[in-house]
């Protein structure tokens, strides 16, 4: 078929039921959200970037959940790494998951992955990446720019040049389309 | 006047207002010039196109860099908190800033105590801000994807990202989308939802869906949701009712679209050159010339 569609789900969002013994670390914006997480998950702790409660909700934001009993040692890495929180709160209520469904469409020669607002469309053959669309945070139109024209290999990863819940969101598209079209 | 908000993906880019003419695949503000390629300087590429084609002043830009850090965007507000009051601006359109619900709200309130309250659109960020602050119904135009539609339709979802996953980004499901959107009061007065078929709705209902010319890789480019506002923008300054202005719009850009003979890694730049020969077709009743093939 020429336009296939096909949803497949994140391995890494799971349910959210971890109340009363998982705290979430606020940053003052999500870049920080993302460089704590590269840190936290590279030194082997179990964090997930979640969405933040309403009472501490401003904007574009993502917070980072993690296990309570370990929030002195992750607290020292953060500092030593120079990412401090702004606030660490326990988790009283259930969180918001991020969007976890990929939509696939197949244009022939193209490979187009949506994840939540975000899409990236691939040259299969050369693995160049010819266009991204979708998303309304101003980080857009600048992971556009650098991203594409070059392929799914040399290209920036966005989560290391972009700021905002849309450039994660891209993140998670250029994750699946580099394991779409890379592994075949 | 056309007021056109919103950033330019540079960290530098200083905080200008003025008119912006289009030369060749870059935009102008005062000494400055910005390539389009999508986000704002897209939209206002179109709209100046249409603005051209029609003998309208051209749009009046604030522009402001930001590469999702957030502070060219607060700068931004901040400015428009100051010196909206005094602006008489009949149209503006909101687009790719930061969300911020502190700041939107502010904006608004500044916006109320202009002399003549403008026809307000907004898209990208700003739109996220407007849902997030509950004030969607101040607005009289919307210009959502699917994706951000079944935003709208989640009254919980602080941003497209956390939409939850039984409000599903389907286009079958865009009437019933639209509907629960309205019922939490979480959408304009109208609504023009671009996808491979643009539903224009208000509370009322759909009004009119437009699906051809239909170009499939006309979704993978980067900026065709751009043009489709800044078309429309530049139609309700003109003088259009909202609801005709987003009915033309869509026309036009899906066969500005189409006489691109797009592909996936077709680039919106391509896509604008011809919005003059499809505002031709649509508001003079030129001969269907789109059916032309491609190949």
């Known amino acids: 078929m020429f336009f296939k569609k096909k949803e497949s789900r994140s391995p890494a969002v799971k349910e959210n039921k971890k109340v009363g013994i998982r705290g979430i670390l606020v940053f003052e914006n999500t870049s920080e959200v993302i460089r704590a997480e590269n840190l936290l998950k590279s030194k082997g702790w179990k964090i997930r970037v979640m969405g933040p409660p309403p009472e501490i909700r401003s904007g574009c934001d993502l917070v980072i959940e993690f296990p309570l009993i370990e929030e002195l040692s992750i607290l020292r890495a953060l500092k030593e790494a120079d990412v401090p929180p702004l606030q660490v709160v326990p988790v009283n209520s259930p969180l918001l998951l991020p969007v976890d469904i990929f939509h696939h469409r197949d244009f022939g020669r193209y490979l187009m992955v949506r994840a939540a607002n975000m899409k990236l469309t691939v040259d299969k053959e050369t693995q160049l990446i010819v266009n991204v669309s979708g998303g309304g945070c101003p980080d857009v139109p600048y992971l556009a720019r650098e991203m594409v024209g070059k392929t799914l290999t040399d290209a920036p990863a966005p989560r290391e040049i972009g700021h905002t819940l849309c450039g994660y969101a891209l993140q998670l598209a250029y994750e699946e389309a580099k394991r779409k079209c890379l592994q075949s | ?295």
Do not use: W
């Open chain 2, 1 to 295: 006047m056309l007021a056109v908000i919103g950033t330019i993906p540079e960290e530098d880019f200083p905080l200008v207002e003025g008119k912006v003419i289009l030369e060749k695949d870059s935009i102008r503000i005062g000494e400055r010039q910005v390539p389009v390629s999508r986000g704002t300087p897209a939209l206002l590429a179109a709209a100046i196109k249409v603005c051209e084609v029609l003998n309208l002043p051209l749009p009046y830009g604030y522009l402001i860099g930001d590469i999702g850090m957030g502070r060219g965007s607060r700068r931004l507000y901040e400015y428009l908190v100051k010196n909206l009051p005094s602006n008489s601006s009949a149209v503006i359109t909101f687009h790719y800033l930061q969300p911020d619900v502190d700041l939107h709200n502010k904006v608004l309130f500044a916006v109320e105590e202009m002399a003549s309250r403008p026809i307000l659109i907004a898209d990208a960020g700003f739109m996220y801000a407007a849902k997030m602050s509950g004030e969607s119904e101040a607005y009289d135009l919307f210009t959502p994807d699917a994706g951000e539609l079944a935003f709208l339709a989640d009254e919980e979802a602080p941003h497209p990202f956390y939409t939850r996953g039984f409000i599903l980004h389907d286009e079958m499901r865009i009437p019933d989308l639209i509907t629960r959107a309205y019922d939490y009061n979480n959408a304009a007065r109208y609504l023009l939802v671009k996808g491979s078929r643009d539903h224009i709705a208000s509370r009322q209902g759909v009004h009119a869906v437009i699906d051809s010319p239909a170009d499939e890789a006309m979704e993978a480019i980067g900026g065709t949701g751009d043009t489709l506002t800044g078309i429309v923008s530049a139609l309700i300054f003109s003088g259009l009712e909202v609801l005709d202005a987003a009915v033309l719009g869509a026309r036009i850009n899906r066969i500005a679209g189409h006489y691109a003979c797009p592909t996936p890694a077709s680039q919106v730049s391509d896509v604008i050159a011809h919005i003059p020969e499809a505002m031709e077709e649509v508001l003079e009743g030129k001969k269907k010339r789109y059916e032309k093939s491609c190949l």
